[in-house]
């Protein structure tokens, strides 16, 4: 009881004299997160759709992690005119080209209407598997065969789709070179500007009216809209121009605030921060480096679990430290529901012997991948003892397999010091790692 009163006295005396009461951090409801992440996504995927004239266009994943401590970001692809080029006044097909005084070609020769079709078809496919993947759940035997029958032929039709869409990119990649050759050119930056005004307004809006949607941050946690994703596609023997970068971002405690009346809108909005730059010279070699370990460590020659395709990027983060980003497979489909898993030499699997075989490589690849950040992590050098060294992991997907989405390892950077300096034993230092999984796929 004297305690209590104690506390009362205390946060009374606190209010009274306009002093911050300290609260003991809110424990994190991890499902409800990840499930207000996935809500928040589709509604910035939505506000990005609707600042464009046409409703189908080459997907733009938007992908949202959040990071205790510093919040929720919400990243796009690097290279927005690449991937998102109907946002263009125009409205055309534009394709990575980079060439003599860092100009950009593009092309309207692709038939606009068939693209659309394409496109469209695409989205109705993947809601139906959405629907016939719900039903499955709840089907008898019988009914469940032929809904899988059904879900294999979408599974093929939309194969079909994505690879007429691949052939619309080429066709328009080989219209760019002979506009090239007939001195076909327009000014990159002309568009660049126009896409990153408009992303920002998205934005702006996603943030004033809808980021209050995201309820667990605490007010000095904050929510992030960038462009820096992957490095989006690279073209050999082009020299690529420097990276545009756009960050968005507000605090959680100044958008309840505005919900609460306290903020007007105009002042809300003049409280969001944006920054617009381009990559600079200033290179970090140890963050670099560190990314091309994983990336070597993972490649499909050298590992024994899961392997990784694509290029591992990073992100530094004031006052929090480095994430990387990394997605991992398990096999090649070499068609007609057959696989080869090259990490462990095994070929011409059945859909049930590959997903088996996941299975068992999953504890494996989670516990080694937690030792290799440990043991080549010690290579980041310019990170402070109180920056945190963020891995995420996005799994090979494995239906009904129990394999979560996603694996998250956080690691402080002091840790690795005491590791590799020997104040610390191995043992000790791993359990220092944490890893949260995402959902069950």
């Not at 990575?96 to 092309?107: D, I, N």
């Not at 995201?214 to 462009?227: A, C, F, H, K």
Request: aromatic content about 8%; overall charge negative.
């Amino acid at each position: 009881m004297k305690h209590i009163v104690k506390g009362l006295v205390v946060a009374v005396i606190s209010a009274i004299a306009g002093l911050p009461v300290l609260v003991q951090a809110q424990k994190i409801d991890e499902a409800r997160m990840e499930r207000d992440i996935e809500v928040a996504e589709n509604i910035l995927n939505t506000l990005l759709r609707q600042q464009s004239e046409r409703r189908y266009f080459f997907p733009v994943e938007v992908e949202g992690k959040y990071m205790p401590g510093y919040g929720v970001t919400f990243r796009l692809p690097g290279e927005m005119i690449g991937v998102w080029g109907t946002l263009a006044p125009l409205d055309p097909i534009v394709v990575h080209s980079p060439g003599a005084g860092r100009t950009y070609s593009y092309s309207f020769s692709t038939d606009e209407e068939e693209l659309d079709d394409v496109a469209e078809r695409i989205s109705e496919l993947e809601a139906e598997a959405r629907e016939l993947e719900e039903e499955l759940r709840k089907a008898d035997r019988e009914a469940k065969r032929e809904m899988e029958n059904r879900q294999r032929e979408l599974e093929v039709e939309q194969r079909k789709l994505e690879s007429e869409m691949r052939e619309f990119q080429g066709r328009a990649r080989a219209e760019v070179f002979r506009g090239q050759a007939r001195g076909g050119r327009t000014n990159r930056d002309s568009l660049s500007q126009i896409m990153t005004k408009k992303l920002a307004e998205v934005a702006k809006e996603f943030l004033v009216d809808y980021g209050d949607l995201i309820g667990q941050l605490n007010p000095e946690e904050r929510i992030v809209i960038t462009n820096r994703g992957d490095a989006g596609d690279v073209w050999i023997g082009f020299d690529q121009p420097k990276r545009s970068y756009l960050v968005v971002e507000a605090l959680r405690g100044d958008i309840s605030q505005y919900k609460q009346g306290k903020l007007s809108r105009e002042q809300m909005l003049a409280k969001i921060k944006v920054v617009n730059t381009t990559t600079s010279d200033k290179k970090e070699p140890d963050l670099e480096l560190f990314s091309s370990i994983l990336e070597r460590l993972y490649r499909e020659d050298l590992s024994k679990t899961y392997f990784t395709t694509n290029d591992i990027f990073f992100e530094r983060l004031t006052d929090f430290g480095v994430v990387y980003y990394m997605s991992v497979y398990s096999a090649h489909d070499r068609g007609n529901r057959r696989f080869d898993m090259p990490t462990v030499n095994l070929e011409n699997l059945t859909q049930e012997e590959r997903d088996q075989k996941v299975k068992e490589l999953y504890p494996i690849f989670e516990k080694g991948i937690k030792e290799d950040i440990l043991e080549y992590g010690r290579t980041l050098k310019s990170l402070k003892d109180n920056e945190t060294l963020s891995l995420h992991v996005k799994m090979t997907r494995c239906k009904q397999c129990g394999l979560p989405a996603t694996l998250e390892y956080s690691v402080k950077a002091d840790v690795l010091r005491d590791y590799s300096s020997g104040k610390i034993t191995k043992e000790a230092a791993l359990a220092k790692v944490t890893v949260k999984k995402g959902m069950p796929q």
